[in-house]
Each structure stands twice: as structure tokens, then as C-alpha cells.
């Protein structure tokens, strides 16, 4: 059952420090239980602005040294990108000429509202301008939410280059999870950014 009262969701909201600090736990079965936390509250749609944030430390776990915790972070992967509320896929191209347009149009507002106008021309522009008002918030709004698009993109992007490296690793977990986790990438149109650094952040214990 999906939590959806507002109620609810501030409490899980606030609670969301506990399993990120279990991330470094001593204890796998711990580890495994956070990050499984984690993935349920992205499932009931409680994250919200700390989406960016539990990818950022959530998915650092995919560097584990038990196979375990690696494939509960492995499964958290696909659940962000299944679960995000930013977009349906992350073409990067395509958010930057996004954001770009909403720069240019804010930019272009601004300067339209600078220049000075006759009294008559006040006047018979007050409406217009509020509309305009209101259209540059709906800009604004559009703006941070592609950011946060884009920082998210970055985030799992940069993630995805050792996911993919679990291909080869003798622990089934690892190659299951991962191909899961690749399909997943593919549909949301992420792609693999920094090859070069593909061995210096392989896994701790493949096996």
C-alpha cells in the first residue's frame, strides 16, 4: 500500500537520516536493510527533495565488499530511475538545450520588463504583465526541476559505469542484478559517462 497522506509522508521524510547513516554500518545486514529502506521510500514517492542526495550515497554502496548489500544496491539503481520525479528519461543533449531555452526565455523576460513605457502603455500592459509574471514562475519552476534533472542524471550516470562492470563477476547477484539494472538504464535513455575511469572504481570484491 503506497503511503500518499501528507502526514505520513513528512514522517517518513523525516526519518530518512537513519537509513542513510546505516549505509556505513558494521553490521551487511544492516547495510542491506538501509538500502532497502531506501528503495521503499522511493517506491512510496517520500523522497522528495533528497532523491539526488540517496542516489549520491546510496548507490556508493555498489563498491561493497558483500555480495548481499551490492545487490540491494544494485536493485536501489533501477528503483531511482524507475521512481524519479524529474522525467521519463535522461538524454543529457536534450535536458541542456532545455535548460538553455528556459535560460533564454527567463533572460529575455527580464530585459522586456526593464524597459520603460508611456503611461498609456502602463497601463494597457498591466495585465499583460501579469501573465508574464506568472509565466516566468512557471519557467522557474521548469528551470530547477531540469537541474535537478540533470544533477541526478550525472549521479547515476557516473554510477552506471560500475554497475556495468558487474557483468563479469563471478557472483551471480552481481551479473543478474546488473543486467536488471542496465536494462532499466537503457529505457530511461541514461548513458555511461568518464570511461576512462572504469577500472579505478572497480568493485572491492567481484567474487
Known sequence: MRVNTPEIVE????????????????SSYVRCQAL???S????EKVLRDAFNDVAAEGLHRLLDKNANVRKCALQL???????????PAFPRETLEER????????TAEQASAAVPGTEAQEGAEGTRAETESEHSKERNAALALVEKALAFEETMSKHLTTVMQ????QTS????????????AHRFELQV???????????AHPR
Open 166 to 169: 558487474f557483468l563479469s563477476s
Open 173 to 184: 547477484y552481481d551479473v543478474v542484478e546488473a543486467m536488471n539494472a542496465i536494462v532499466t
Open 77 to 87: 539503481f533501477a528503483t531511482l530511475l524507475e521512481m524519479n520525479p524529474f522525467c
Open 193 to 203: 559517462v568518464d570511461l576512462t575511469h572504469q577500472h579505478a572504481n572497480r568493485p
Open 11 to 26: 514522517a517518513a521524510s523525516r526519518m530518512l537520516s537513519t537509513p542513510l547513516q546505516r549505509l556505513t554500518d558494521t
Open 40 to 43: 521503499r521510500l522511493a517506491e
Open 99 to 106: 535548460r538553455e531555452d528556459l535560460l533564454q526565455s527567463l
Open 36 to 38: 532497502k529502506t531506501l
